[in-house]
């Protein structure tokens, strides 16, 4: 789950209003059934179904990173990346809507989930923020893509917003799910009254032993209990979240996840090639692309308010607030709203 601007920001946007300074400074709330007026193909598909058509690979940086790909091949493309602890079939009923209307989508597993390896034995399992984004960036340049819009949520969301950040030329334009969610390990040492500490306990726990042995252990178990916290009125089929768990057996699952969540809280150090890209982020960079952020109705996860965030989107830039019981995993649960989302800021 998510970790987004510092968590003093997080729990401090909670007092403000509703209301989002953003484009126009309005606020849009949108019902998922009717959150596009664009006219594009709505049709989803039915909860559970299958799988993609296939999954590629390509040797990318220090990954053999897998993927899925929808749509033509000459197509704007579109880059969809998942977070933790979820995979690409968050997004399995976006790419129809997105192919439909005639866009390149590439949805990768990020390092240490699905058919996503790391080439080499020696290399660090490092899931730093920055080297999750340099993956990203290794994928575009391997794929011979110049520029595309980015669009994510939690682990996900943060690579966009990195990427937009630190490498605008390369992102078109940025749809995240829960605004800006570049942070840094300073800020992750900041403590919080107790109520709100309550909502990393999944954080402390990755800090411990027991926590790493746990969560090896418990990976289905832990993972199901996360997507019912973080969407409390999403009703999933046991097959979809099957379907999704299939991608944590990856062998290097549990390192990258542990190290990601240590790394924040400073207990674990990172790899000194991201050390500048670190220190960028630290001072919370502007973000000038076109964006779209997006936040559920429901999302039980931690998460900022939009007016905690938005004076950091210095481009083109509008909030939507997505009703109907709608939690943190919003591709998934909303995917005609996340979907016109993108389709929105390619316009923007």
């Known amino acids: ?187 992750g040492r900041e403590p919080l009254p107790p109520k709100a500490e309550l909502q990393w306990w999944y954080q402390y726990y990755f800090a411990t032993e027991r926590g790493r042995a746990g969560y090896d252990k418990y990976r289905r178990e832990f993972a199901k209990l996360i997507w019912q916290l973080a969407s409390p009125k999403w009703n999933f089929a046991d097959a979809t979240f099957e379907r999704s768990a299939a991608a944590f057996d990856n062998p290097d699952h549990v390192a990258i996840v542990l190290h990601n969540y240590r790394w924040r809280l400073g207990l674990a150090e990172g790899e000194p090639q991201y050390r500048d890209a670190e220190q960028k982020l630290a001072a919370g960079p502007a973000i000038g692309v076109p964006t779209i952020t997006l936040e559920g109705d429901a999302n039980g996860a931690p998460h900022p308010d939009p007016s905690a965030y938005s004076r950091k989107f210095v481009g083109a830039h509008e909030h939507r607030t997505i009703a109907g019981g709608i939690g943190h995993n919003l591709p998934q649960e909303a995917p005609t709203a996340f979907a016109s989302a993108i389709v929105g800021v390619d316009r923007m």
């Not at 007092?15 to 949108?30: D, H, M, Q």
């Not at 909860?47 to 993609?52: A, D, I, L, T, V």
């Open 1 to 187: 789950m998510l970790t987004s601007l510092s968590r003093r920001e997080v729990l401090a946007g909670a007092g403000f209003a509703a209301g989002a300074t953003v484009l126009r400074a309005a606020s849009t709330v949108l019902n998922p059934i009717e959150s596009s007026s664009i006219n594009i193909d709505q049709t989803t598909q039915a909860e559970g179904s299958p799988s993609f058509e296939s999954v590629k690979k390509i040797d990318a940086g220090v990954l053999s990173i897998g993927y899925a790909e929808a749509g033509p091949s000459n197509g704007p493309p579109v880059i969809l990346l998942h977070g933790w602890p979820y995979d690409i079939y968050s997004f399995v009923d976006v790419a129809p809507i997105l192919a439909s209307a005639g866009y390149r989508v590439i949805i990768p597993y990020l390092r240490g989930y699905g058919t996503t390896r790391f080439l080499s034995d020696g290399t660090f399992r490092n899931g730093q923020p920055s080297a999750l984004a340099q993956d990203a960036i290794a994928l575009m340049d391997r794929l011979k893509i110049d520029r595309a819009i980015l669009a994510g949520f939690d682990w996900g969301a943060r690579t966009a917003c990195i990427v937009a950040a630190l490498w605008p030329a390369r992102c078109k334009a940025l749809v995240s799910v829960s605004g800006y969610l570049i942070g840094s390990q300073e800020s």
